[in-house]
């Protein structure tokens, strides 16, 4: 099926590791996000990309990279993990012609001890 | 910048029955949607129902029904015929019209709990 694809589903990461989060979607969609979910706070922004070859900071971007490698493909990246970015992590991709809505990943839940 | 708000954290309702989440919004924007998503445990994110800013006219999809007041900012689901199924966390989002930025907001959701 036609989506997003998001990897890994979960992750223990030890205090300083690093890792990286992939999604990549076969929508032939510009608009990419990178969120994260922590209880009674909704999903926040951490980045978006608003085409290929651009990135911009949302709410939440410290402690945070990412990469849009192509159009398909935006990658979240952490450099040193620290226990505060324990959460559960989305990827989106967002049509916007004719009908626009969002489609998700599947989420990967991090937990950094 | 739009902020979502969900005041009912948590809600629960007897299978067959009707609930409304509540959800409102602040914005200085004309032109935008509206959505709300479903996340049930399996973590998914899951598209209820939509509604465009310029259309007067309610989105509905089977059981689910908008009742959407754009001058008080308001924008509230209604869930017909409860079902077991629909226990989830329901999240409101506002996305700006033609916008590729950072307004895409959710609110902090609601949990909702279908008893049988």
């Known amino acids: 099926n036609a989506g997003v694809t998001q990897t890994p589903k979960f992750q223990v990461l030890k205090t300083g590791q690093s890792m990286t989060l992939q999604c990549a979607q076969d929508m032939n969609h510009n608009s990419m996000y990178w969120y994260r979910q922590d209880p009674g706070m909704g999903l926040r922004l951490i980045y978006y990309?608003?085409?290929?070859?651009?990135?911009d900071k949302g709410e939440v971007p410290n402690g945070y990279n990412v990469s849009r490698l192509n159009k398909r493909e935006f990658s979240l990246r952490l450099e040193s993990a620290a226990p505060s970015q324990t959460s559960v992590y989305f990827c989106?991709?967002?049509?916007?012609?004719?009908?626009?809505?969002?489609?998700f990943g599947q989420g990967t839940r991090l937990t950094v001890v | 910048a739009q902020t979502v708000t969900q005041s009912q954290p948590e809600m629960s309702v007897q299978e067959a029955e009707t609930v409304t989440l509540s959800c409102t919004y602040d914005t200085s924007e004309n032109n935008y949607y509206l959505f709300w998503y479903k996340q049930p445990p399996s973590r998914q994110m899951i598209l209820v129902i939509r509604?465009?800013?310029?259309?007067?006219q309610n989105a509905t999809e089977n059981r689910f029904s908008v009742n959407f007041q754009k001058a008080a900012k308001s924008f509230s689901l209604k869930i017909s015929d409860s079902q077991l199924g629909d226990t989830a966390m329901y999240f409101c989002?506002?996305?700006?019209?033609?916008?590729?930025?950072?307004?895409?907001?959710f609110g902090p959701g609601t949990r909702l709990s279908v008893l049988p």
């Open positions: 989106a991709s967002i049509t916007r012609w004719g009908w626009t809505e969002a489609f």
């Open positions: 509604q465009e800013a310029y259309k007067q």
């Open positions: 990309s608003a085409s290929e070859g651009t990135t």
């Open positions: 989002a506002f996305m700006k019209h033609e916008d590729y930025g950072q307004n895409f907001v």
